[in-house]
């Protein structure tokens, strides 16, 4: 593949976020201008319309796309994107801006997902109605079906699950903008109303509203908008066969996280993942994923997860903090603005600014998306200078 | 000689014990019914029965199916062409349903055998099934049950003769359903039975009898529709029938099938016949009719079948009544019913040689098996070079499996499985079963059923469900 690639040439100067929840009394409009100004103001952007040269934003539950975001923040006169990629479209955002701005065509551009799923009257996920056979199937169910074989063969337990769900319980009671902020314990997770087997309700996320934006722009222009800018050293998505139908699918990993790990530490130059990671925010839709993907990430052997949950590695003060915000767990996974606010999580961390969840010096930050059945992998990998 | 050259039978292994209708707890042993549960309906049963009766035949040998129920789901549009491709049938089968009547099941088994014996058919099979409602706390809810039976009519290597039959049509409204209504009504119960069953029935047997020059000591066994209990017995002393002749009419046990209660009873006879032995039929609807048989020595030689004793076994009985209700959408609820306009019929047309034949394909590059099908094979990326290659008839295995207690049902948790089967994945539900039976490894075999209704349209495909051993067969 003819690769230039896109490392060290385009950073994030700003970002912003809204309170992600059951935002009631919030239309989406209001998300977005939250969600944007505060990435302006961190940008220290003072005239958007003059400004931003470009927009990409994602959302999975809106139709209006591209309209609701310019009618929401007046950027009119504005080339606007939408992207559509399952869980992954909040990371395919950041990459399809990251590409346009490498490749010449702006400077400036803004980066925005968002969702409000809590606009429709239901509790938890749509059950999916495509087709005769589609049907039932719930996110819950396509992701549990690892579980069984991966406890099967790897002598893994509920317990295992519920200690990650207590640590993204911990870390979301420190971060100001998250849904959850309550401290679970083990018996809670176990003893809660079950899901999908193994899932209980405290190994899924939450349904939440949310929005949350990065400004980026040429690597050279950071120092106009930031102090301390943070370089994009790597963006993927890739997509994998549907395990539900792939004849080689082992049922113990995810196939294109592992594919899509293998090309961004190439763009990212990442040989040790484990060494050269500081911090990484995982897609944790329900326990398992994240459990599953520290391995198809190859921050560990298969198999080996559950023992480095139990040690700590993956804690605020471990070798290898994850989910420092609490995750998809605390924020829920409006599902547009899940990969943007990973960035927003990681950029704070990059630059020292997250507060009582701020992990020790970290130089290199991970946030990664796995959606779909799942089918599809984003990961992108931030650096300072 | 025409007559049945093979059986089968369904019978849904949900069981509601009486006691729970009437507001009582349910003893061990008491009276129950079958009750087709949620994702079972008349199509279901009648494919099941279809393909128990089919099972180590050729199906290709089958000319004509004739679909027989008061209670196929749709007004306009055809139940035997649905059941014919569930079946896997040939494309130019004869496909024909017979409604209107309880008596349209052994109507359709004489129609079949005329068209045998006349030539214009060498096999056709004719299934009988119904799922018919009583309002709930109503006599007529506790009187009924759901099944179906399955007959192929040919000439060849028959297992009992069709000899002859009798039949009076009579006008009269006792039993009915109108356009659109979801229970069954009945007239006063004194004047359906003195003024229709009772004298109908007599009247069939006594001109078959007749015209055949028999008497009624002359059978062996007769299988004897009858509303209930206790109209059966009157019928049962006016045509001085003894006890050993009669067929176990299942009452407490199945109940009332309607179109597929005589036929089900004529497979229960069918399965502990013996050659030589002589069958009596009898049959009630808008009029009655009386089919007489004979048991040839070929019953002996047909391989044992999946019949009705095999099913009456296999009970799960509900624990309450309210989860009968939820599974017929009987129960209040604060939710509307969801106003959606279904699934396209472009989508069941295009998709109806997997969903509805559980057909997969098998890529003739690298001869893997894969399903649903795709242009592209998924293994060796060859394009459109596929055979297709039938699953429905295989026996699979669950590879992964999670306990779904968040998709609506009446009796959660849902078991969603990914099974195997000849090397291909389905994402798959599994039914008879329970959480503690379902394990990796765990062999399956698949069962057509309801998978949801879309804009008042039911949507049928297939599901998994324990393979018994061979000792339960």
Not at chain 1, 132 to 154: E, G, H, M, N, Q
Not at chain 2, 350 to 363: A, P
Not at chain 2, 370 to 398: H, M, W
Request: proline content about 5%.
């Amino acid at each position: 593949m003819a690769r230039e690639g896109i490392r060290d040439k385009v950073a994030i100067v700003g970002v912003g976020a809204c309170k992600f929840g059951e935002n009631w009394d919030q239309s989406p409009s209001d998300m977005i201008v939250d969600a944007a100004y505060g990435a302006y103001a961190d940008a220290g952007i003072e005239n958007p319309q003059e400004q931003i040269d470009a927009v990409f934003s994602g959302s999975l539950y809106s139709n209006k796309g591209p309209h609701e975001l310019s009618d929401a923040l007046k950027l009119f006169n504005k080339p606007i994107t939408e992207v559509y990629n399952y869980c992954a479209t909040g990371t395919d955002t950041l990459r399809c801006g990251v590409m346009s701005i490498a490749a010449g065509m702006y400077d400036t551009v803004l980066v925005l997902g968002y969702d409000k799923p809590k606009d429709r009257g239901v509790s938890g996920p749509s059950v999916m109605m495509d087709g005769v056979r589609d049907l039932p199937k719930t996110p819950a169910s396509w992701f549990s079906l690892c579980a069984a074989t991966y406890f099967d063969k790897f002598g893994a337990s509920r317990e295992d699950l519920a200690r990650i769900a207590v640590k993204n319980h911990h870390n979301g009671t420190l971060a100001p903008l998250s849904f959850l902020k309550r401290e679970i314990t083990i018996e809670d997770a176990l003893n809660a109303r079950m899901v999908s087997w193994p899932f209980g309700l405290y190994d899924c996320c939450a349904q939440t509203d949310g929005a949350a934006a990065a400004i980026i722009t040429r690597a050279d222009l950071a120092k106009n908008y930031s102090e301390k800018p943070v370089l994009v050293k790597g963006v993927t998505v890739i997509a994998g066969p549907n395990p539900q139908k792939d004849p080689s699918n082992d049922f113990l990993s995810w196939k294109p996280t592992g594919w899509a790990a293998k090309d961004v530490y190439e763009q990212a130059g990442i040989t040790n993942p484990r060494e050269q990671i500081d911090v990484a925010q995982l897609h944790d839709c329900f326990t398992l994923t994240e459990l599953l993907s520290y391995e198809d990430l190859g921050f560990c052997e298969k198999g080996e997860a559950r023992h480095l949950v139990k040690d700590g590695v993956f804690e605020l003060t471990g070798e290898l903090p994850v989910n420092t915000d609490g995750g998809l767990k605390t924020f829920g996974h409006p599902t547009g603005a899940t990969g943007v606010r990973m960035l927003y999580e990681n950029v704070l961390q990059l630059q020292g600014r997250a507060e009582g969840r701020q992990v020790k010096n970290p130089q290199i930050a991970l946030s990664h998306n796995i959606g779909g059945h799942p089918t599809a992998c984003g990961i992108a990998i931030l650096g300072l200078p | 000689m025409t007559g049945i050259q093979c059986y089968g039978a369904y019978v849904p292994r949900t069981r509601l014990p009486l006691a729970l209708i009437a507001g009582r707890p349910a003893k061990e042993d008491g009276p129950e019914k079958s009750v087709a549960w949620n994702d079972e309906d008349s199509v279901t049963m009648a494919v099941s029965a279809g393909l128990n009766c089919l099972r180590g035949l050729d199906r290709s040998q089958v000319d004509a199916l004739f679909f027989a129920s008061t209670t196929y789901p749709f007004r306009e549009k055809q139940g035997a062409a649905l059941i014919a491709k569930a079946l896997d049938l040939r494309r130019d089968v004869r496909t024909a349903d017979h409604s209107g009547s309880l008596r349209a099941g052994t109507i359709a088994l004489r129609s079949a055998a005329d068209a045998v014996t006349a030539g214009s058919a060498r096999s056709v099979l004719v299934i009988a099934s119904d799922c018919r409602m009583g309002a709930p706390g109503s006599s007529l809810e506790a009187d009924f049950g759901d099944g179906a039976a399955a007959f192929l009519i040919s000439d060849r290597d028959v297992i009992a003769t069709l000899d002859d039959s009798f039949s009076v049509s009579d006008e009269i409204v006792d039993v009915w359903r109108g356009e659109g209504e979801a229970f069954v009504h009945t007239w006063e119960n004194r004047f359906v039975v003195q003024e229709g069953y009772t004298p109908r029935s007599v009247e069939a047997v006594n001109g078959l009898l007749e015209r055949t020059g028999s008497a009624i000591s002359d059978f062996q066994r007769v299988a004897l529709y009858g509303p209930d209990r206790r109209s059966h017995g009157g019928v049962v002393r006016a045509l001085k029938l003894n006890r050993e002749q009669l067929q176990d009419p299942l009452f407490g046990k199945l109940g009332n099938a309607g179109v597929a209660f005589a036929p089900i009873q004529l497979a229960a006879a069918l399965e502990t016949a013996q050659p030589g032995e002589r069958l009596l039929v009898v049959n009630y609807g808008d009029g009655a009719e009386a089919t007489a048989f004979t048991v040839t020595e070929h019953v002996e030689k047909l391989e044992r079948r999946r019949g009705v004793g095999w099913h009456l076994k296999r009970r799960r009985p509900l624990s309450s009544y309210d989860k009968y209700l939820k599974s017929r959408t009987l129960e209040a609820s604060e939710w509307q019913r969801a106003k959606d306009p279904g699934l396209p019929a472009t989508i069941h047309f295009r998709e109806r040689d997997e969903d509805v034949s559980l057909r997969g394909q098998k890529c003739r590059a690298c001869q893997t098996v894969q399903f649903p099908n795709q242009r592209v094979c998924e293994t060796c990326f060859a394009k459109d070079d596929f055979d297709s290659y039938r699953l429905s008839d295989r026996i699979g295995k669950v590879v992964t499996f999670t306990f779904d207690f968040f998709f609506p049902t009446p009796d959660p948790p849902t078991i969603v499985t990914i099974s195997e089967v000849d090397g291909a994945r389905i994402h798959l539900q599994l039914v008879d079963c329970t959480p503690e039976d379902t394990k990796i490894g765990l062999p399956i075999e698949f069962t057509f059923r309801r998978i949801h209704e879309g804009g008042g349209r039911p949507n049928y495909y297939w599901k998994g469900t324990p393979t018994p051993s061979q000792d339960a067969e």
